[in-house]
Structure formats: C-alpha cells, structure tokens
C-alpha cells in the first residue's frame, strides 16, 4: 500500500510565488489534515478536513488554503508565499469510526519547502 | 487551552541503558495520549496510544508508557537502548472539545552513543 503520498518532497519558492502541495491517500480515510513542522515547535495544524467537501481551519491557517473534492485527495495552497512559510509540511490521515475520532494519523514522508 | 509540554529538546544515552522521555499534559485528562517517533527524513509513526482501558501502554519496538492521572504525565521508557531508537519523539493528545485536532508537543531528540 502507497499510504499518504506527498508531492513535491522538495521545493524552493520566491516570496510571493504561489504553489500547490499535493497530498492523496489509499486507505479510504475520511479524515485528512494538514501540519507544518518548526525545530523546536512540534507539529502545529494548519487545515483539516473530515470529509469531501468539509474543511476546517487548525491553528496557523493564515496564507493557506484547502479544498477537500474527493476522498483521496488534500491538495494544500500558498497563495502568496512569504519567508515565514519555510518549513516541512507534513499531510496526514486517519479513520473517523462512529464512535469517535481516536486520533490515531497515518503521516506523509513530508515537503521541504524553502521560501527566499 | 490544552497544552503538552515535553521536556528536554535533547536526551542522550549510551546503548543499552534506559530511555526515559518526558511528557505533561495540561491538568484536564484527555480522551486520548500518543507518543509518535519520526526517524531522519521521514513522516511520524505512532509509537503508542492510551485510551484508558490501561494505564500502563506498550508500543512497537519494546516502548511503553504509563498514564499518571495524579501527576499529569505520560512518560515513554525503554529498559535498554538501541542505536536504531536514535529519532525524534513527539507527544501528543487529542482535545477535550471532542474536535478533531491533535494537539503536539515541541519534540524530543534522542541520541544513543555506542
């Protein structure tokens, strides 16, 4: 099984460039989200979505956009990239059973992005 | 608001000895506790997970974690290091709100020296 497959791993924008971070899975998960990593700040959410067509905002949402048109797929948009976006951006997903939302994520391998 | 604090950035230890990773959560017991690792440029990986059925948690790769109500903690040990445990650890809980977020703390390195 492919998993959660990010594109590109790696990326090198100039500030106020746009870009699309792909992000698609096969495991038939409801749930996708998307995080950034910063040394020394962990994982910080920056969009969510728990369904086709439902999206929600996490806790750094500024300067990103989602849309969530299939399953499969989290594509993940700077509209206007800046400096302060530099980071390592993680896509991940997870069963929403009907109990509850356990929390357990399957990760991405990540896409290094450097804004200049 | 609901926060995890892990402390220490950086843990070394020789192989062979006992890891010990700290993780506090904030004073309200969370539906759910995680401990994740990720090695050198890849994803996180769930190493464990608490969801009250035991207090005493074991994971993959000879990890385990004991839930403490009284002291808000949810350590991660292994009795004897590997060089292959040399990763970042990152614990993580779910919110009280019920809403799907999960909420990280900033990581914890570990280094095993030969």
């Known amino acids: 099984n492919a998993g959660v497959t990010q594109t590109p791993k790696f990326q090198v924008l100039k500030t106020g460039q746009s870009m699309t971070l792909q992000c698609a899975q096969d495991?038939?998960?409801?749930?996708m989200s998307w995080y950034r990593q910063d040394p020394g700040m962990g994982l910080r959410l920056i969009h969510y979505?728990?369904?086709?067509?439902?999206?929600d905002q996490g806790e750094v949402p500024n300067g990103y956009n989602v849309s969530r048109s299939t399953t499969e797929d989290f594509p993940l948009r700077l509209l206007s990239a800046a400096p302060s976006q530099t980071s390592v951006y993680f896509c991940?997903?997870?069963?929403?059973?009907?109990?509850?939302?356990?929390?357990?994520?399957?990760f991405g391998e990540g896409s290094r992005l450097t804004v200049l | 608001a609901q926060s995890v604090t892990q402390l220490g950035s950086h843990v070394s230890v020789s192989e062979g000895a006992l890891v010990l990773l700290r993780c506090n959560y904030s004073?309200?017991?969370?539906?759910?506790l995680f401990w994740y690792v990720q090695y050198p440029n890849q994803g996180l990986q769930l190493l464990l997970k608490?969801?009250?059925?035991?207090?005493l948690v074991k994971g993959i790769n000879g990890f385990e974690a004991e839930f403490k109500k009284s002291e808000t903690s949810f350590h991660l040990t292994k009795p004897s290091a590997h060089m292959s445990d040399a990763a970042e650890y990152f614990c993580?809980?779910?919110?009280?709100?019920?809403?799907?977020?999960?909420?990280f703390g900033s990581g914890t390195r570990l280094l095993v020296r030969p």
């Open positions: 991940a997903s997870s069963y929403i059973s009907s109990a509850s939302w356990t929390g357990e994520l399957f």
């Open positions: 495991m038939n998960h409801e749930y």
């Open positions: 979505s728990v369904g086709a067509g439902i999206t």
């Open positions: 004073s309200s017991v969370p539906p759910y």
């Open positions: 608490y969801t009250s059925a035991a207090t």
């Open positions: 993580a809980v779910t919110r009280m709100d019920s809403s799907y977020k999960l909420i």
